[in-house]
């Protein structure tokens, strides 16, 4: 079915903000199979809705509004909507119970526009809103189908994920599960050269690629009539992606490589730390994005100076006169110098050119050397990156929890 | 003027990403006081491109379209849009000529399909691209304007501004100048209730008040016959808004926080270390972000575990027992432990608790200590945020920078 969304709000005309909610709600409608021709942007207003909407019912099957669902009077989303699929608002009373019980248990009053939101077109399915007070809903009217969601991201996602996506599954019969198998260290056309065999022959499941900021990742997606048995349809192909792309692949189903490696380390008892030149804080940063980890990483001497690499991690002032702070020896010496200021089991070390401008030396900018240390002594590897100050310190971090994680297998 | 922004590209229909372009060009329409009144994305694909164009010469005086501009059988925008103004395209020979030079400045080898994009609408303002391969260009046809970008964000923003913006602006007879203020420690309504007497009676300039990421930022605009004239325009209106404001103001067209810190770092020839708990690394990452930090940034020790806070900073085991590892004395501790152990002019410390979980104390998520150790002292400051894990630490890692620059006027 032909989709489009309908995203309403004059902050993203103004530019104040990005439209993400349709970037989220297309990525689910990818994974369903729903194609998505159109994402459309209004302002709050409500003639222009009103022919955007008129326009989206010639040219689509299922539309998906974002925003405009809260208390104020230019919230105007669900009155335009209701009107054109010639449907009164009512009040329903669960949804105005849940937003008491919300502003009650903010400790909030709840001023008396707030109960606007839970006026409802009427026969609509109702999608409740454990993320915040407006809740969403879904109507219908010969064959064409609408679905509002609201504005803010931290409530669309997950209202789209656990009410919308699930009534779009029923929508065309079946369920739906996905699996993501998430890579590093290939390429994007690498690996779709490796995949193209399974993707080509497999058409339930359906194998998608993707690769976003220096990482890749497959998601692999089966319908059936029910979750289980989608998820069981799922399991070979998730087995054979793996198979083929062994050498790369970190993780089904997780978030990041940051969150790999702490869990690895949580899961042999072994503890962390770093000492950050190029990456300046950026990976205990990331190594500390990841709740929990407090139980395995002590911390990382970011030592900038060379003064600061000498006094803390103990690197001989002998070796940077002769290799420089860029070199294996320094990298090799701040690795061991962080494991035993911390105490800890291992500990990674950065150091390189994250640019715009070199250090004064000859050594190009996106050279950096990534060391390891651990009880049976120090592996150092070197990088050269392309692109800007964050995509080379970026790079830096990732190749180092990447290196970790696969010492820790 | 009315202006509907088109971004062409099926990877935005999929969800692979968000439609940062609209955000960007709409940030700087809105500059200009052009009213944005669509966005519209369609995938590649040539009948529903031409009949959204179509839609939008209704609708709009101005169209913007972003992407297609590629070398690829798939990038066809300029085919398009070239075919609904009844245009040619013609070879457009010094854009040809950049591609070459381009190619072999980067030493790769130039496939015969890159001519393609030197291929521009006859009679077109040519829009040269400094950031990549594709040219943009602008065509008009009976009052209405048609302007196409790149869709790479790091070639579309730099085109919009430095091309597309002077362009629109002779459009409407006159230059246009921009002046940002930006502010921390107050939040948007209390800066609004402050700047609403001048807003009101201030056309041009006009005044638009913006928050973000736990900022607040005043754009000033004005419109004159040049660049000089509006920007003298402007000059008493900034000085107005800094006066009103003058608590909260840390910078007049800067670009963070952390910039003008490293700037009075660098000004007063002062040296600064960091101490982290919370943050675990973000303060340090975000002052090593701005190019140049190493002049004055010594580094930062994360001290994750309460023994990384005694063997590296000096923290004494009693302070940690009596009070906690979240507490005025920790902070205070770390600050002038970091200090002394780098050898810097200043150090800044963070302790607190990011959440999702409490510390196993009595002490509630969001609570933070941010100590200052300088030559005379430490000063220590208890906060409180709200939000998630992320929030929370942005805000500590702000409120430490802020804390920093406000020592050094």
Redesign the interface.
Do not use: M, W
């Given at each position: 079915m032909r989709v489009e969304i309908i995203?309403v709000g004059t902050e993203?005309?103004?530019?104040?903000?990005?439209?993400?909610d349709?970037?989220?709600?297309?990525?689910?409608?990818?994974e369903l199979g729903f194609s998505?021709?159109?994402?459309?942007?209004?302002?709050d207003n409500p003639d222009?809705l009103r022919?955007?909407l008129a326009?989206a019912l010639e040219?689509a099957d299922i539309l998906i509004t974002t925003g405009g669902l809260g208390p104020t009077y230019d919230d105007l989303t669900k009155e335009i909507c209701a009107e054109a699929f010639g449907l009164p608002l009512e009040l329903h009373q669960p949804s105005l119970d849940r937003i008491v019980a919300r502003f009650a248990a903010m400790e909030r009053p709840m001023t008396p526009n707030n109960e606007k939101q839970a006026w409802l077109p009427r026969g609509c399915t109702v999608f409740p809103n454990d993320w915040g007070t407006a809740p969403g809903c879904a109507i219908e009217r010969g064959g064409k189908y609408l679905l509002m969601l609201p504005g803010p991201p931290r409530e669309c996602r997950p209202m789209f994920r656990h009410c919308a996506m699930p009534y779009l599954a029923a929508l065309s019969g079946s369920a739906i599960h996905s699996d993501w198998i998430r890579l590093f260290g290939i390429g994007e056309s690498a690996m779709e050269d490796r995949l193209r065999p399974l993707m080509e022959s497999s058409v339930n499941p359906s194998l998608a690629p993707?690769a976003?900021e220096g990482e890749c990742l497959v998601r692999v997606t089966s319908r059936a009539a029910s979750d289980a048995e989608a998820a069981a349809q799922n399991a070979p192909y998730v087995r054979a992606v793996c198979d083929l792309l062994s050498d790369f692949v970190y993780g089904v189903n997780v978030s990041s490589l940051e969150q790999v490696a702490v869990a690895r380390l949580r899961e042999t008892g072994r503890?962390l730390?770093?000492a950050?030149s190029c990456?300046?804080?950026?990976?205990?940063?990331?190594?500390?994005?990841v709740?929990g980890?407090?139980a395995v990483?002590?911390?990382?001497?970011?030592?900038?100076?060379n003064?600061?690499k000498t006094?803390?991690l103990g690197v001989s002032p002998d070796t940077l006169a002769a290799h420089g702070a860029v070199s294996a020896e320094t990298a090799s010496e701040m690795a061991a110098g962080a494991r035993s200021?911390?105490?800890s089991d291992y500990a990674l070390a950065t150091t390189g050119i994250a640019?715009?401008?070199s250090d004064n030396t000859a050594k190009p900018v996106g050279l950096v050397y990534i060391a390891l240390a651990t009880p049976d002594g120090v592996t150092v590897r070197e990088h050269h990156f392309t692109g800007d100050?964050?995509r080379i310190?970026h790079a830096a971090a990732s190749n180092a929890l990447d290196m970790l994680r696969r010492a820790l297998i």
């Open positions: 995203a993203l005309l103004l530019g104040e903000i990005a439209n993400t349709a970037q989220d709600v297309s990525a689910g409608l990818a998505t021709l159109y994402h459309t942007v209004v302002g222009r022919s955007v326009c040219r993707y976003k503890t730390a770093c950050e990456t300046g804080g950026l990976l205990a940063k990331r190594i500390t994005d709740p980890a407090s990483f002590l911390g990382s001497a970011v030592t900038y100076a003064s600061a006094r803390l200021l911390y105490g640019g715009p401008a100050r964050a310190r």
